[in-house]
């Protein structure tokens, strides 16, 4: 039977043992949860790095368009009925297309690992022996990133660190230290990423196993006997400064009971009032829990609520060895994605796929690291920003409209940028700003030699500079805005290979 949602908290302080950690006591009830405000420092970092990493790294495939990491669900789920327990039309393009690729992915497990073999054979080849968790800390430092991300536990339900519950629950050898690497990843990368000043650890935690015996058995069941105790271990020894729930999204909060786990997770965790928590606890995303949360797709207008837009370098988050360079988004593409997210007041979570041996691609590595050099130059105006009165400056035109799947599929931020269709308008300059500074962001040079920003009024003590270049730039204030004549510089003298900013200190 379904429990009743509203636990006293002394009864989760109980199951805790922790001292309470928090300046404020949260209850029970969305009205208490949804009072606590994003911690700050969240949303001064801006960008931070995802990481899908498990047993599905070691196949590393899925036909393009899919997710490598539900190449379990691929070849097994029942491909009959909905997420939500509901029969699909037979026939239909949502059937179709998972039979399509269920016949694909099963051709591939047959043709590379034989007919008789399992998913669970991937626990034993997931050795993870080139895993150098110092390095990928380096890296993902060097790529500018403020944050990490880390999959503790996908949709699989095996765990990156030795967790009792997921052997028990599934019969079997079910997490890194017991089967695979013989190793606590999470506790490894926890420790490298912990020694850097400038990034903070989070972890990934999907409440929810496609195909644990016990979720199987009694939704119920699953959630006292695994979902619970996992999160509250996770939370209790590895202190994560981010908190990445999934897996919600296709049953409600009667089902999740989120009400009954938030409180010990906002009153008892190590981090206090700094851990930050998303808003994907069942069918609340957008509307409850902490920041909200979108992938693939354009975020929110405005950053009056903290939000995050995830996407990978390739299609799929989890390493896809089928991906080619086509599917892999530019540096361009990447630093587009974060500069119009960040100028929507919004964070960029951006992911990558080590492979099963515990290797960053080095294509994604080259991806992070030449983003770091653009935030070296630019990153005053992406760190520790909010977005100004308005995210862009738009030319004359009519403004393209994409969907979902536009984003999901192409990256028409381009398109509004510098290869619009005939007769759009682009965006000449994206803004951001920080005290009394704003940021003019611009996705092309102007070919005239002067920019124009609309709506802008300076002060006396106002300077306008660009980035990465020394000395002042001349302006005119207009009618219609600031005039700025553009610094001239040989090509060996743009700051940045992509975008350049221009700074308009002391706005009125």
Same mark, same amino acid.
């Given at each position: 039977?379904?429990?009743?949602?509203?636990?006293?908290?002394?009864?989760?302080?109980?199951?805790?043992?922790?001292?309470?950690?928090?300046?404020?006591?949260?209850?029970?009830?969305?009205?208490?949860?949804?009072?606590?405000?994003?911690?700050?420092?969240?949303?001064?970092?801006?960008?931070?790095?995802?990481?899908?990493?498990?047993?599905?790294?070691? *196949?590393?495939?899925? #036909?393009?368009?899919?997710?490598?990491?539900?190449?379990?669900?691929?070849?097994?789920?029942?491909?009959? &009925?909905?997420?939500?327990?509901?029969?699909?039309?037979?026939?239909?393009?949502?059937?179709?297309?998972?039979?399509?690729?269920?016949?694909?992915?099963?051709?591939?497990?047959?043709?590379?690992?034989?007919?008789?073999?399992?998913?669970?054979?991937?626990?034993?080849?997931?050795?993870?022996?080139?895993?150098?968790?110092?390095?990928?800390?380096?890296?993902?430092?060097?790529?500018?990133?403020?944050?990490?991300?880390? !999959?503790?536990?996908?949709?699989?339900?095996?765990?990156?660190?030795?967790?009792?519950?997921?052997?028990?629950?599934?019969?079997?050898?079910?997490?890194?230290?017991?089967?695979?690497?013989?190793?606590?990843?999470?506790?490894?990368?926890?420790?490298?990423?912990?020694?850097?000043?400038? &990034?903070?650890?989070?972890?990934?935690?999907?409440?929810?196993?496609?195909?644990? #015996?016990?979720?199987?058995?009694?939704?119920?069941?699953?959630?006292?006997?695994?979902?619970?105790?996992?999160?509250?271990?996770?939370?209790?020894?590895?202190?994560?400064?981010?908190?990445?729930?999934?897996?919600?999204?296709?049953?409600?909060?009667?089902?999740?009971?989120?009400?009954?786990?938030?409180?010990?997770?906002?009153?008892?965790?190590?981090?206090?009032?700094?851990?930050?928590?998303?808003?994907?606890?069942?069918?609340?995303?957008?509307?409850?829990?902490?920041?909200?949360?979108?992938?693939?797709?354009?975020?929110?207008?405005?950053?009056?609520?903290?939000?995050?837009?995830?996407?990978?370098?390739?299609?799929?988050?989890?390493?896809?060895?089928?991906?080619?360079?086509?599917?892999?988004?530019?540096?361009?593409?990447?630093?587009?994605?974060?500069?119009?997210?960040?100028?929507?007041?919004?964070?960029?979570?951006?992911?990558?796929?080590?492979?099963?041996?515990?290797?960053?691609?080095?294509?994604?590595?080259?991806?992070?690291?030449?983003?770091?050099?653009?935030?070296?130059?630019?990153?005053?105006?992406?760190?520790?920003?909010?977005?100004?009165?308005?995210?862009?400056?738009?030319?004359?035109?009519?403004?393209?409209?994409?969907?979902?799947?536009?984003?999901?599929?192409?990256? #028409?931020?381009?398109?509004?940028?510098?290869? #619009?269709? *005939?007769?759009?308008?682009?965006?000449?300059?994206?803004?951001?700003?920080?005290?009394?500074?704003?940021?003019?962001?611009?996705?092309?040079?102007?070919?005239?030699?002067?920019?124009?920003?609309?709506?802008?009024?300076?002060?006396?003590?106002?300077?306008?500079?660009?980035?990465?270049?020394? $000395?002042?730039?001349?302006?005119?204030? !207009?009618?219609? $805005?600031?005039? &700025?004549?553009?610094?001239?510089?040989?090509?060996?003298? &743009?700051?940045?290979?992509?975008?350049?900013?221009?700074?308009?200190?002391?706005?009125?």
């Amino acid at each position: 039977m379904k429990k009743i949602l509203s636990v006293t908290l002394a009864s989760l302080l109980a199951l805790s043992g922790t001292a309470n950690a928090t300046e404020q006591e949260y209850q029970a009830n969305w009205q208490s949860i949804d009072s606590r405000e994003t911690p700050q420092w969240w949303r001064d970092a801006r960008f931070g790095i995802f990481i899908h990493w498990g047993l599905y790294s070691v *196949p590393a495939y899925s #036909p393009h368009g899919q997710y490598a990491e539900w190449y379990w669900h691929h070849k097994d789920g029942n491909k009959n &009925v909905r997420f939500d327990g509901q029969p699909m039309r037979d026939g239909s393009p949502a059937h179709k297309k998972a039979l399509s690729v269920q016949k694909d992915v099963q051709g591939y497990q047959n043709k590379v690992y034989g007919e008789d073999s399992k998913y669970e054979d991937f626990a034993e080849q997931f050795t993870a022996e080139l895993f150098d968790a110092d390095h990928w800390a380096d890296i993902f430092d060097r790529a500018g990133a403020r944050y990490v991300v880390l !999959t503790s536990k996908h949709h699989e339900g095996y765990t990156l660190w030795p967790n009792k519950h997921a052997s028990e629950s599934f019969g079997r050898p079910w997490n890194s230290v017991e089967i695979g690497p013989k190793r606590d990843l999470v506790g490894e990368l926890t420790e490298a990423v912990n020694k850097k000043a400038n &990034v903070k650890m989070g972890l990934y935690y999907s409440i929810w196993d496609w195909f644990n #015996p016990k979720w199987l058995e009694d939704k119920d069941k699953y959630i006292d006997e695994v979902y619970f105790p996992q999160i509250k271990e996770l939370i209790t020894k590895y202190k994560p400064s981010v908190l990445y729930t999934d897996g919600d999204w296709f049953l409600g909060e009667e089902v999740w009971r989120p009400l009954e786990i938030l409180p010990w997770i906002l009153n008892e965790n190590p981090r206090g009032d700094q851990l930050v928590i998303n808003d994907r606890w069942g069918k609340v995303r957008g509307k409850h829990g902490g920041y909200y949360t979108t992938e693939y797709g354009k975020g929110f207008p405005n950053g009056d609520h903290a939000w995050e837009e995830t996407r990978g370098i390739g299609h799929s988050f989890g390493y896809n060895r089928h991906e080619s360079i086509d599917q892999y988004a530019s540096t361009e593409d990447l630093i587009f994605n974060l500069v119009d997210i960040v100028s929507r007041g919004g964070n960029f979570l951006l992911d990558i796929g080590p492979t099963g041996d515990g290797r960053i691609p080095p294509i994604m590595e080259a991806r992070l690291l030449e983003m770091g050099d653009w935030l070296k130059v630019n990153g005053e105006a992406i760190y520790g920003t909010r977005d100004w009165i308005k995210d862009a400056q738009w030319s004359d035109g009519k403004r393209a409209k994409y969907s979902k799947k536009d984003y999901h599929y192409g990256n #028409p931020i381009k398109e509004m940028t510098i290869a #619009p269709k *005939p007769g759009y308008a682009v965006k000449q300059a994206y803004f951001t700003k920080k005290a009394d500074n704003v940021y003019a962001i611009l996705p092309r040079w102007p070919e005239s030699g002067k920019l124009l920003i609309k709506d802008l009024k300076l002060s006396k003590e106002s300077q306008v500079t660009m980035l990465g270049v020394a $000395g002042a730039l001349s302006f005119t204030q !207009t009618d219609k $805005g600031v005039e &700025v004549i553009m610094p001239n510089l040989r090509p060996s003298q &743009v700051p940045s290979l992509y975008l350049q900013t221009v700074k308009f200190s002391s706005v009125k």
